[in-house]
């Protein structure tokens, strides 16, 4: 069974940071799978916010979040971080941990076939 679960949002004030955490089944992070995380707003689809090609370490932003977020991972633990600095009012929303075995698309939400339950983010 393939679990994705995350923690470590919160609400922060304008201009905070927040460290977000997805642990995952051992085998999400072979070389095979890209790590995604995804934000949403009620009423709004799904948007792409970074990832992380397992097999090179490539990394990849959505240009709201680029020089602000960063998107890591360590083996050892099984996890995926999102990092996320100078926070907006803007960032606030359910965020998603998401695996992918195709590294096509990367914020096309319906190529990824795992995610986890989300966790919340309010920045004010």
């Known amino acids: 069974h393939v679990q994705l679960v995350e923690s470590g949002g919160g609400s922060v004030q304008a201009g905070g940071s927040l460290r977000l955490s997805c642990t995952t089944s051992?085998?999400?992070?072979?070389?095979?799978?890209?790590m995604g995380w995804f934000r949403q707003t009620p009423g709004k689809d799904r948007e792409g916010v970074a990832v992380?090609?397992?097999?090179?370490?490539?990394?990849d932003y959505d240009t709201s979040v680029k020089g602000r977020f960063t998107i890591s991972q360590d083996n050892a633990e099984n996890s995926v971080y999102l990092l996320m600095n100078s926070l907006k009012p803007e960032d606030t929303a359910m965020y998603y941990c998401?695996?992918?075995?195709?590294?096509?698309?990367?914020?096309?939400?319906?190529?990824?076939?795992?995610w986890g339950q989300g966790t919340q983010v309010t920045v004010s």
């Open positions: 051992r085998y999400i992070t072979s070389d095979t799978f890209c």
């Open positions: 998401a695996a992918s075995a195709s590294c096509g698309s990367w914020t096309d939400a319906s190529r990824y076939k795992y």
């Open positions: 992380l090609y397992a097999a090179t370490g490539i990394t």
